[in-house]
């Protein structure tokens, strides 16, 4: 197929008015391309109440209901987003129902400020997740080593300034030697510590309360396809909490009448939405991929379940340079060149390998993105050198971009 021509854009797409390179996006739901293709109920939702007066709070109290209703909380309450959410359940935790403390954050004289986190689990998704702790005013307070955790470490790390404990899930985390969820809440639960859970990117809507979690945070924007937006639920009290840090820190990072209503159609729609057959087609991405891969020299192909256990597969391609003559981190960026950019997952790069994640793709962009692999594949072999870019020097390049901006 001639992917030029092909039909998978639209004419008078919104990124071609604006000048913008036309993505196509098979890394996964990640801020820096968009996140995620939201769901025509939210879009109609938004787009429904953009013109229109409500009155904010009843709006969140239905909100309040649904994530209710999805997750088997008391209540829920919609933020910005999960990074968000992180920082207001901290600050919920800290100043309780004190709405002077609440307009006194970030300083914390006279709270308990300190929050527990796993060292193993201090990650970045873009910014570092301590500091949406520190965000609210709170000291961190690390638990064992990256390398691992132990519950009498969590143990010996509450003390009667302890305010939270913040448990994080996502395929980032170090995933060995790590304290498990249950064993987390019931160490904290000991002592009276409540346990929030960063599960930005899980589709499991009840697990983690189940597990022992206290308060479970979700992104809105990911695997839900809402608007921009963070869900947070838990027992009554403990969301109010959250809820009313909007008089506080809160402020700055509120979420509007269109990001709720969005988030609240993508959570409806989350009940009836068709999970095996986007499962199906995820699937029939995956095979094209295999199919288009088969016997290229230095390729190996393998479709690999998701680290978190989310119902999804991504396609693990493995570049053996010497034969393919490419390394993979220089394929991954021919690929995302060009007038259609096609984006893989490739924060393993270093090792020779990088993703394709099916969840994210419109109708037929699955034959685009074999189409351009072949293309920068089959270039690859015909050059007399092997394409071969010293990993540090894509490392600095990278750093350089980020500092260049707006140029
Ligand atoms: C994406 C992510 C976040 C941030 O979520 P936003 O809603 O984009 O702020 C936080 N934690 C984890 C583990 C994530 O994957």
Same mark, same amino acid.
């Given at each position: 197929?001639?992917?030029?021509?092909?039909?998978?854009?639209?004419?008078?797409?919104?990124?071609?008015?604006?000048?913008?390179?036309? $993505?196509?996006?098979? #890394? !996964?739901? %990640?801020? *820096?391309? =968009? &996140?995620?293709?939201?769901?025509?109920?939210?879009?109609?939702?938004?787009?429904?109440?953009?013109?229109?007066?409500?009155?904010?709070?009843d709006l969140h109290r239905r909100a309040s209901t649904v994530i209710a209703e999805l997750t088997g909380a008391e209540a829920g309450f919609i933020t910005?987003?999960?990074?968000?959410?992180?920082?207001?359940?901290?600050?919920?935790?800290?100043?309780?129902?004190?709405?002077?403390?609440?307009?006194?954050?970030?300083?914390?004289?006279?709270?308990?400020?300190? $929050?527990?986190?796993? #060292? !193993?689990? %201090?990650? *970045?998704? =873009? &910014?570092?997740?301590?500091?949406a702790i520190r965000l609210a005013g709170a000291k961190v307070v690390p638990v064992?080593?990256?390398?691992?955790?132990?519950?009498?470490?969590?143990?010996?790390?509450?003390n009667e300034r302890t305010a939270a404990a913040l448990y994080v899930v996502s395929h980032h985390v170090?995933?060995?030697?790590?304290?498990?969820?249950?064993?987390?809440?019931?160490?904290?639960?000991?002592?009276?510590?409540?346990?929030?859970?960063?599960?930005?990117?899980?589709?499991?809507?009840?697990?983690?309360?189940?597990? !022992?979690a206290d308060l479970v945070l979700y992104s809105g924007h990911k695997f839900l396809g809402g608007p921009t937006s963070g869900i947070v639920a838990g027992p009554k009290e403990m969301v109010r909490n959250v809820y009313l840090q909007n008089r506080g820190i809160g402020r700055g990072m509120k979420v509007g009448?269109?990001?709720?209503?969005?988030?609240l159609a993508a959570l409806q729609a989350w009940k009836t939405r068709d999970h095996d057959g986007i499962r199906a087609r995820e699937r029939k991405a995956l095979d094209c991929?295999?199919?288009?891969?088969?016997?290229?020299?230095?390729?190996?192909?393998?479709?690999?379940?998701?680290?978190?256990?989310?119902?999804l597969d991504r396609l693990i391609i493995s570049v053996n340079p010497n034969e393919a003559r490419i390394t993979a981190w220089d394929l991954a960026d021919r690929m995302a060149a060009g007038d259609r950019p096609?984006?893989?997952?490739?924060?393993?790069?270093?090792?020779?390998?990088?993703?394709?994640?099916?969840?994210?793709?419109?109708?037929?962009?699955?034959?685009v993105v074999a189409a351009r692999l072949a293309e920068e594949l089959d270039r690859a072999r015909g050059s007399n050198e092997i394409i071969a870019t010293p990993f540090e020097e894509r490392?600095?390049?990278?750093?350089?971009?980020?500092l260049k901006w707006p140029d």
């Open positions: 197929m001639n992917i030029r021509e092909s039909n998978t854009m639209p004419k008078d797409d919104i990124r071609s008015r604006l000048g913008l390179r036309p $993505v196509i996006n098979v #890394s !996964g739901t %990640m801020t *820096s391309l =968009g &996140a995620s293709i939201v769901v025509p109920q939210a879009v109609e939702a938004v787009s429904a109440i953009l013109t229109e007066f409500v009155e904010l709070g910005a987003s999960c990074s968000a959410a992180i920082s207001l359940a901290v600050a919920a935790a800290m100043t309780g129902r004190d709405l002077a403390a609440i307009e006194r954050l970030p300083d914390t004289t006279g709270l308990k400020n300190e $929050v527990l986190i796993q #060292s !193993g689990h %201090m990650v *970045s998704y =873009g &910014a570092p997740v301590e500091q064992g080593q990256a390398t691992g955790a132990a519950a009498y470490q969590l143990r010996g790390a509450i170090v995933d060995y030697a790590q304290i498990p969820l249950k064993v987390f809440a019931t160490v904290a639960h000991e002592r009276g510590i409540p346990v929030i859970v960063d599960a930005a990117s899980e589709y499991d809507l009840a697990g983690f309360l189940a597990d !022992g009448k269109e990001g709720i209503v969005g988030a991929w295999v199919e288009a891969l088969d016997g290229r020299a230095g390729i190996t192909a393998r479709i690999v379940p998701d680290p978190t256990n989310n119902p096609v984006i893989v997952r490739d924060h393993e790069v270093e090792h020779g390998y990088f993703y394709l994640d099916p969840c994210n793709l419109h109708p037929d962009e699955e034959f490392l600095l390049a990278r750093e350089a971009a980020i």
